[in-house]
């Protein structure tokens, strides 16, 4: 397991309001595998009072859970800086939304 296979997971993951995944948002700001066992998210949510930050933290950590089962502990951090701005949105995600 690598890096690349936690964001291939994890672009699987909805913004719940948008409808597009976190990794093309661009709300997922580091992914770090401490060992074949542990990994570590730091991401944010679209605006600094979103109220679905815990679900989203949520669905992430139960997507990776059901998707890896080798996983032992999964940290995710949700932080406030650097604030997300829509310019860490793919081309994709920007086309999904008429952007």
């Not at 296979?5 to 770090?32: A, C, Q, R």
């Not at 990994?39 to 605006?47: C, G, K, L, S």
């Not at 859970?65 to 994709?92: C, F, N």
């Amino acid at each position: 397991m690598d890096k690349q296979d936690i964001y291939k997971m994890l672009e699987e993951v909805k913004e719940p309001m948008l409808g597009v995944d976190i990794v093309n948002l661009g709300l997922v700001y580091e992914v770090s595998v401490k060992n074949d066992h542990d990994v570590e998210i730091v991401m944010t949510t679209r605006n600094e009072n979103c109220m679905l930050a815990d679900y989203i933290a949520l669905s992430a950590r139960e997507h990776l859970t059901d998707q890896m089962k080798g996983l032992e502990h999964i940290d995710i951090k949700m932080v406030s800086a650097p604030k997300w701005t829509k310019d860490r949105m793919t081309r994709y995600a920007k086309f999904l939304l008429d952007l």
